[in-house]
């Protein structure tokens, strides 16, 4: 089955350094990935949808300086939290879609605790 | 701006029983709808995906849409303890899962008491 493989699985930075997750798709290739990010007890909300070989495209509200993205293979998005806040600590997931044959499954990444002191 | 309106919860179930979860969205054109579990700390999984209006059922889940309402449920029979999660809402506005974003619901939290 498709996997999407997302790393580091936590994270405990200082405030000021930046953070780098990967999200890998192990067994298809996928031009678009998502990123979301999830606060305590609420829902995903989605960031940006990595295009590869594009710039990302950033929801509203969501600082592109701040939320690199960068999708330079048609298996690897990565997501770097520049200059990291405490108010950045969330949980952060990645998804993909392997295209048909999958029941129509959007295969999620295990996600990435960030905690920022 | 679309919106998925969920009732947060807890929502407390015995065993055994029967558990519904609700969802309401705002996006008229919405196309496709879907059911994820989340465990804490974990990320979610799908559960079921629904199209058409009317039932779908798969083992002890059925989903539930009527689009006139804009409303879709997911009832689950028999509830087990490892049945307990937050259970999210998500509506997509087509079927090209490739390229188009689902938007979330907040989640209902739901408690099956042995």
């Known amino acids: 089955g498709a996997v999407v493989s997302q790393h580091p699985s936590r994270v405990i930075c200082k405030s000021g350094t930046s953070v780098k997750i990967e999200c890998r798709s192990l067994?298809?290739?996928?031009?678009?990935m998502f990123w979301y990010r999830q606060f305590p007890k609420q829902s995903l909300m989605l960031m940006a949808t990595?295009?590869?070989?594009?710039?990302?495209?950033?929801e509203q509200g969501v600082e592109k300086d701040k939320f690199l993205i960068n999708h330079a293979s048609l298996t690897l998005s990565t997501l770097t939290v520049t200059s990291a806040h405490p108010e950045d600590s969330s949980f952060y997931i990645c998804?993909?879609?392997?295209?048909?044959?999958?029941?129509?499954?959007?295969?999620f990444g295990s996600g990435t605790q960030l905690s920022v002191l | 701006q679309k919106e998925v309106e969920q009732n947060s919860g807890p929502l407390s179930v015995p065993e055994g029983a029967i558990a519904s979860l609700n969802c309401t969205y705002s996006?008229?054109?919405?196309?496709?709808f879907f059911w994820y579990r989340q465990y804490s700390g974990k990320s979610p999984e799908l559960i079921m995906f629904?199209?058409?209006?009317g039932d779908k059922e798969d083992g002890r889940f059925t989903a539930q849409l009527n689009k006139a309402s804009q409303y879709v449920s997911l009832l689950i029979r028999d509830s087990q303890p490892s049945d307990s999660a937050t259970y999210l809402c998500?509506?997509?506005?087509?079927?090209?899962?490739?390229?188009?974003?689902?938007?979330f619901g907040t989640g209902t939290r739901l408690t099956i008491i042995p």
């Open positions: 998804s993909a879609f392997p295209g048909t044959g999958f029941n129509e499954k959007l295969f």
């Open positions: 067994d298809f290739q996928a031009t678009t």
């Open positions: 990595s295009n590869e070989g594009s710039k990302a495209t950033y």
């Open positions: 996006d008229r054109g919405s196309q496709s």
């Open positions: 629904i199209y058409s209006n």
């Open positions: 998500a509506v997509n506005e087509g079927t090209n899962f490739g390229n188009e974003k689902l938007t």
